[in-house]
């Protein structure tokens, strides 16, 4: 099939202002759904004292949301949570400072939730660790048990969140006590594995569809930037020729809630050979600069690696290609992380989640995964010290946590209401 190079210019499609559409059916295809975007609280307070969760849409508006996205915002209380990671983890540290010398400092997710499920033809999982650095596991704990306090109010059917609560504590302990053996799937992977396209020409074509036309001209500075990662392959992969990354479409991508203001593109690659039914679809995304943050710390130089760091540390899988670019000239410009679409990804949504078993299913799945990563990535002689530190601190903090996640997932509740009622 004959191909054709598209014109794209990097350093001006990262200006452009990323918009976003969160259709209520899970999305196909990786993104990070819920990063949140370079938004501040009305009259947002010094990082020191606990911010408010109210947004406003004006200040959205200037930030680039659009009235689709205001529209599915004011339609979702759990929407509008999706765009408070940063602010839910500076109240739970905040709520926590009297104790934060007992709390061990592990690998954190940073902004868990329902629906940060993800499942692959061979795969499933907690994925998205745009959020994700060292800090107290009760932030993740909050921010998961609030989430299934939201998730309740808007599924279809009768929830019990209190007990979809309890299973996702109570796995979580016991992963920290031991190794969690092999998981069952919960129930609704094979649902959502048969609605994904799973033939590659079809899931191709539904990635064309993903990408937005970048501005045309400085074709010779996109083939620049471009070079440097292909540069980087060739020195980590040397088992993939050259031709495996030329550009056969690029774009601009729209896709999350969170992550909307975030420069994120697409790249559809030649990958093995020349046929386009092997094309390797690959996403460059440059992540907020860390900003306010409670107890969680993340680095504010070098950031592309940390995301990929974090994947590997707590996801369930890593990509065909990942790696990290600068797509502009100047040092001092964050640069881009990089990891290649899996086909047949799917992302899970509310709707998805069916019955009351199926959401018990998937807060026991996240609690093991974030909590038993240890077993397996840390170095044996530290892990007999890890479990008993946080067994200690999961015990101490266990109660106040599920107290405090129902608080927040009220007061969210209500700044949602109000923001609903501005124009």
Excluded at 267 to 272: E, I, K, T, Y
Excluded at 382 to 411: G, H, I, N, T
Aim: contains cysteine.
């Amino acid at each position: 099939m004959a191909r054709r190079m598209v014109g794209l210019s990097f350093g001006v499609a990262l200006g452009v202002a990323l918009l976003a559409a969160c259709a209520p059916e899970a999305a196909v295809g990786p993104s990070s759904v819920t990063k949140a975007p370079r938004i501040v609280p009305v009259n947002a307070p010094p990082a020191t004292e606990s911010p408010s969760f109210r947004l406003d849409k004006a200040e959205l508006r200037r930030a680039g949301i659009d009235a689709t996205q205001i529209a599915k915002i004011d339609a979702s209380a759990f929407r509008y949570f999706r765009l408070l990671a940063r602010p839910y983890e500076i109240r739970t540290c905040d709520a926590f400072r009297d104790v934060r010398w007992t709390l061990p400092t592990v690998a954190v997710h940073g902004d868990l939730h329902v629906e940060q499920f993800v499942v692959t033809s061979e795969t499933y999982g907690v994925e998205d660790f745009d959020q994700s650095g060292y800090g107290p596991a009760v932030v993740d704990l909050v921010r998961y048990a609030a989430s299934i306090d939201l998730a309740a109010r808007e599924l279809a059917w009768r929830c019990n969140a209190d007990q979809a609560v309890e299973k996702f504590f109570a796995a979580y302990r016991s992963a920290l006590d031991k190794a969690p053996p092999q998981p069952h799937p919960p129930a609704v992977v094979d649902r959502l594995r048969r609605r994904a396209p799973q033939a590659r020409a079809a899931w191709l074509e539904w990635v064309d569809r993903q990408m937005l036309p970048l501005p045309g001209g400085d074709e010779a500075r996109a083939r620049k930037a471009w070079t440097r990662f292909t540069d980087l392959q060739a020195a980590v992969r040397p088992d993939r020729p050259a031709a495996f990354f030329e550009i056969v479409r690029a774009g601009v991508l729209r896709m999350g809630v969170g992550s909307a203001l975030e420069r994120k593109l697409l790249v559809r690659v030649r990958g093995p050979s020349a046929d386009p039914d092997d094309d390797v679809v690959i996403e460059a995304r440059a992540s907020e600069p860390p900003g306010a943050s409670g107890c969680v710390w993340r680095p504010d130089q070098g950031s592309a690696l940390h995301v990929l760091t974090f994947m590997a540390l707590l996801g369930p899988r890593m990509p065909e290609v990942l790696g990290y670019v600068g797509l502009t000239e100047t040092a001092d410009t964050r640069p881009f992380w990089v990891q290649s679409w899996t086909p047949g990804y799917v992302e899970l949504a509310l709707p998805d989640v069916e019955t009351q078993a199926e959401l018990d299913e998937l807060a026991e799945a996240a609690a093991s995964q974030l909590a038993g990563h240890y077993w397996t990535r840390l170095p044996e002689p530290l892990r007999v010290y890890q479990r008993y530190a946080q067994l200690k601190s999961f015990d101490l903090v266990r109660e106040r946590a599920m107290k405090l996640a129902r608080e927040l997932a009220q007061e969210t509740t209500l700044a949602w209401e109000r923001f609903r009622r501005t124009p």
